[in-house]
């Protein structure tokens, strides 16, 4: 089945924005902590414009990664990604519950109404397309349950 720009442009904006730029920021923040020694860590120096409960929030988020065994940071990659996955299902089903509500939100893409789209969809839900979304968009793998 040959797919319009637009449902291949919402299944690539809402895995981009919805999961991969989230699990990205995550993973910046896991790998820092694991970059280096506890002790190399308390030698960098600190930046004494920063308010004392940000750099607070640095030093626990580094402790607790650096602490971290494989086993335990695989765990949590998938808990994460299991996270970003369910609030874009769940915000996805919520669009899909509500497409004839002009009460409730809505969604364009490309200035057409998401459900001019819908009848592209291989699942039958703007939500269960996400896992078919998720599959061919996503930099790293499978929906996570």
């Known amino acids: 089945m040959e797919f319009s720009k637009d449902y291949k442009e919402l299944g690539e904006i809402i895995v981009k924005k919805l999961r991969d730029e989230n699990f990205k920021y995550y993973t910046k923040k896991?790998?820092?902590?694991?970059?280096?020694?506890?002790?190399?860590?308390?030698?960098?120096?600190?930046?004494?414009?920063?308010?004392?409960?940000?750099?607070?929030?640095?030093?626990?988020?580094?402790?607790?990664?650096?602490?971290?065994?494989?086993?335990?940071?695989?765990?949590?990659?998938?808990?994460?990604?299991?996270?970003?996955?369910?609030?874009?299902?769940?915000?996805?089903?919520?669009?899909?519950?509500?497409?004839?509500?002009?009460?409730?939100?809505?969604?364009?893409?490309n200035g057409q109404k998401v459900e001019n789209i819908t009848t592209e969809l291989l699942s039958g839900t703007l939500f269960g397309e996400y896992f078919l979304w998720v599959e061919k968009n996503s930099e790293f793998g499978e929906f996570q349950q």
């Open 30 to 109: 896991r790998d820092f902590g694991k970059s280096m020694t506890a002790n190399e860590y308390s030698e960098l120096p600190r930046n004494p414009n920063l308010a004392s409960d940000i750099q607070q929030l640095k030093d626990e988020r580094f402790e607790f990664f650096n602490g971290m065994n494989d086993r335990q940071t695989e765990i949590l990659n998938r808990l994460i990604l299991n996270i970003l996955d369910s609030t874009a299902f769940n915000f996805l089903r919520e669009i899909e519950e509500n497409l004839n509500d002009n009460e409730n939100i809505g969604l364009t893409i």
